[in-house]
């Protein structure tokens, strides 16, 4: 079961609730018998992800933000021919 703090509380003891989360406890935070968040640990990364992956391979064209030709439009909306 989740261990329940009030918002007080959870302001008070922010530092060894956070340890806690990273332990893997569960911590729910609540206001007036409310609860409002869960406090979890990040799950933790296995490998670097590379950065730029594709970054030789794709180009954005200087209109990629134009407005799109009628027949395309229409197309999106549902109501090509």
Same mark, same amino acid.
């Given at each position: 079961?989740?261990?329940?703090?009030?918002?007080?509380?959870?302001?008070?003891?922010?530092?060894?609730?956070? *340890? !806690?989360?990273?332990?893997?406890?569960?911590?729910?935070?609540?206001?007036?018998? !409310?609860?409002?968040? !869960?406090?979890?640990?990040?799950?933790?990364?296995?490998?670097?992800?590379?950065?730029?992956?594709?970054?030789?391979?794709?180009?954005?064209?200087?209109?990629?933000?134009?407005?799109?030709?009628?027949?395309? !439009?229409?197309?999106? *909306?549902?109501?090509?021919?």
């Amino acid at each position: 079961m989740d261990t329940v703090i009030n918002l007080y509380e959870a302001k008070t003891h922010l530092s060894d609730l956070v *340890e !806690r989360a990273a332990r893997g406890e569960e911590i729910v935070i609540a206001k007036a018998g !409310r609860p409002l968040a !869960r406090l979890v640990s990040l799950a933790q990364r296995t490998a670097a992800r590379p950065l730029g992956l594709f970054a030789a391979q794709v180009a954005m064209g200087p209109d990629f933000d134009a407005p799109l030709p009628d027949d395309v !439009r229409l197309a999106f *909306e549902g109501a090509a021919p």
